[in-house]
Each structure stands twice: as C-alpha cells, then as structure tokens.
C-alpha cells in the first residue's frame, strides 16, 4: 500500500470497497474474520511515493479515501485533534497488524483483504492521515459489521 522513494507502488484489487490511499513521500520507508456481509463495495489501494523537495528531508502525506459513504462518515466524528496524534498511532498499527494478518490468510478470512497496508510505526505520517486511517477502520466495523481488533467495548 506504502511505496518507497522509487516508486513501487504495492497493491492489488480487493472484493467490494473503493478505497484509495495516496502517500507524498520524500523519504524512503516501507510500512500501512469477524462477519464480512457480502455487499461489500469492492476496494483498492495504491500508494505513491514522492520527493517534495530536493534540498530538505521533509515530507508529505495525503490519504483519500475512495468510498461514497466514507466522508459523509467521517464528517459525523469528532475533530482529528479529539485524540492525540499517538492515540491514533497506536491504534492504526493494531488495526493494520490485523488487517495484514488477515490479508495473508485469505483461505481463513476471504478475499476482502486482498491489499496488504505497509504502515510503520517508525514514520510519521502526521495526524490527518492517522486520523482518516483510524477512522476508515472505524468506517469498515460501522459499515460492513467487520471488527479487526475487539476495543472490549
């Protein structure tokens, strides 16, 4: 899903939920079966790394999300600055841990998972994009009845 300064993009079409993800990047990094109802929307990842600037090491991120029901969702939650920038962090590796997980064992969980997320916990991706990401996977337990990580709720 992440890609590295050259360029590689990594993804692969899942069943039912359109579901892009771009990363402007200019530094080098790789990292991003509860009951899944068949109406799923069909999904897609593609990650694109770029340099920003040729001079300094900065970098940008940027995350959107393909899913007509996604922003009408995410305008319902509270204000990205709600929880912290390492809440959401937290949250993002074990929801992508499990994700991962399940995306490797497609024979256990189905072909929902079909994009693996390479996000790592080492990059700072700031706290827009960790704020959609966590709530993306708030969107897919809210939308499709599908839990990554029981939050013991």
């Known amino acids: 899903m992440y890609t590295n300064k050259s360029n590689h993009a990594l993804f692969t079409p899942a069943t039912k939920i359109l579901f892009v993800l771009l990363l402007i990047s200019g530094v080098s990094f790789q990292s991003c079966k509860t009951l899944k109802k068949s109406s799923a929307p069909e999904q897609k990842v593609d990650l ?16 959107i999300v393909m899913d007509q029901g996604f922003e009408s969702y995410l305008a319902t939650q509270p204000s990205s600055n709600y929880y912290s920038q ?9 929801y992508v ?9 497609p024979l256990t ?17 700031g706290l827009e994009l960790n704020y959609r990401l966590y709530y993306y996977f708030q969107f897919i337990k809210d939308e499709y009845g599908i839990v990554l990580v029981d939050r013991g709720r």
């Open 48 to 63: 694109v790394g770029k340099d920003t600037t040729s001079t300094e090491d900065s970098t940008e991120y940027e995350l």
């Open 86 to 94: 390492q809440y959401y962090e937290n949250w993002n590796q074990q």
């Open 97 to 105: 841990t499990e994700w991962n997980y399940r995306h490797d064992h």
């Open 109 to 125: 969980y189905g072909d929902f998972y079909q994009t693996r997320i390479d996000y790592s916990p080492h990059e700072d991706y």
